[in-house]
């Protein structure tokens, strides 16, 4: 594997990574990503061909919506014939969701597109900045046969590189700030950077890549808890234009079975509300009927999110929502991996 030779695009969304202190007044502001090289001359040692983008108006990830989506795409897709790769620098709120939306927005994706960020600002002492932002570029700089090592949109943090699809943020106090449970990192680095080649998505160069850049908000995440009182359930089912619902159910899928729930959930879904069912454990698959707790919504034809995140069971919706698939075809195509965010089975 060659490390050195790539053309990498540097996108500045906003987050914690792009900021330093003001020597006078220690309040945070933006960094001046032009002067990249003055900050971290490490850089350099990559030889690699590195080009900075910056949004005109930070964005705090709080406050990312699809909006700020479709330009990331659209920035992306503008230049991605000049460049070997793509770094994107986030917030690390809601990098998750934004790594799992692009990863549907970009199809046939045969570059790396890797999100990072940090825990502390690059001009920290202490900061984690510096080593989060030359790993990525480094592995996003990774070629094998002329061709990029990683082809999909990854997320790297704290001397790993995921899936973007399958993260989730489970620590606000660690540098270790995310995991993907249900899957293997694709390359950690070490002494070595140690790519895990059995876990890369496959490709298929004959494919052209395709940006798409519709997607729908119209979408709720209810999380099930024990106190769930009819009134509330059945107001949220009322929202207005809601086209689906994420149910974060318990264990391997289990809700209630109280009459005027299910009545509520089989009304939705004769409506042409689509509701995808995912386990709110951090690890593991919904088993839908594997329980009795289950099996009223495996017969209505709740949708099985399997071991998809919310995350991504949200980025998948905004990408399928649009395309106005009839309520079967979208079920089955939710229920079939198509960036490698759920397992097959």
């Known amino acids: ?16 990574i792009g900021m330093i202190k003001s020597e006078k007044t220690g309040a945070l502001r933006a960094f001046n990503f032009d002067l990249l090289l003055q900050k971290i001359p490490e850089l350099k040692l990559l ?18 919506d699809i909006l700020d989506y479709t330009r990331i795409a659209a920035q992306i897709e503008a230049i991605y014939d000049d460049y070997d790769a793509f770094v994107l620098l986030h917030g690390s709120d809601t990098m998750s969701y934004t790594a799992s939306v692009l990863s549907f927005m970009f199809e046939n994706l045969t570059k790396p597109i890797i999100l990072t960020g940090s825990q502390l600002p690059i001009g920290d002492l202490r900061t984690d900045a510096k080593e989060n932002l030359i790993t990525s570029i ?16 990854g997320l790297y943090f704290e001397y790993k590189l995921y899936r973007g699809n399958r993260t989730t943020k489970l620590n606000t106090d660690h540098f270790q700030a995310f995991s993907s449970i249900n899957y293997p990192y694709l390359a950690e680095s070490a002494v070595h950077l140690k790519v ?12 052209d890549l395709i940006v798409h850049k519709q997607l729908d908000p119209n979408i709720l995440v209810l999380k099930m808890y024990p ?29 209630k079975t109280d009459e005027w729930y299910l009545k509520t959930l089989e009304q939705a879904i004769e409506s042409g509300i689509h509701v995808i069912n ?3 454990c951090k690890g593991g698959s919904v088993e839908m009927g594997k329980y009795e707790t289950s099996q009223a919504l495996l017969e209505m034809g709740v949708i099985n999110g399997k071991d998809i995140t919310t995350e991504s069971a949200l980025g998948k919706l905004m990408y399928l929502l ?15 991996s198509l960036r490698g965010e759920m397992s097959s089975n």
């Open 1 to 16: 594997m060659k490390v050195k030779g790539s053309k990498i695009a540097l996108l500045y969304t906003g987050g914690t």
């Open 47 to 64: 030889e690699h061909e590195i080009e900075t983008f910056t949004f005109d108006t930070p964005i705090d990830s709080s406050n990312i």
């Open 138 to 153: 480094q592995l996003a700089g990774l070629k094998k046969d002329g061709k990029s090592v990683i082809r999909e949109v």
């Open 196 to 207: 895990n080649f059995s876990a890369l998505k496959k490709i298929n160069y004959s494919q």
């Open 227 to 255: 106190a769930l009182q009819q009134t509330t359930f059945e107001h949220m089912f009322a929202t207005p234009n809601l086209k689906a619902v994420v149910l974060e159910t318990f264990g391997s899928g289990n809700s």
């Open 278 to 280: 995912v386990t709110q």
């Open 322 to 336: 649009p395309k106005n698939l009839q309520k079967e075809v979208l079920k089955t195509v939710f229920e079939t």
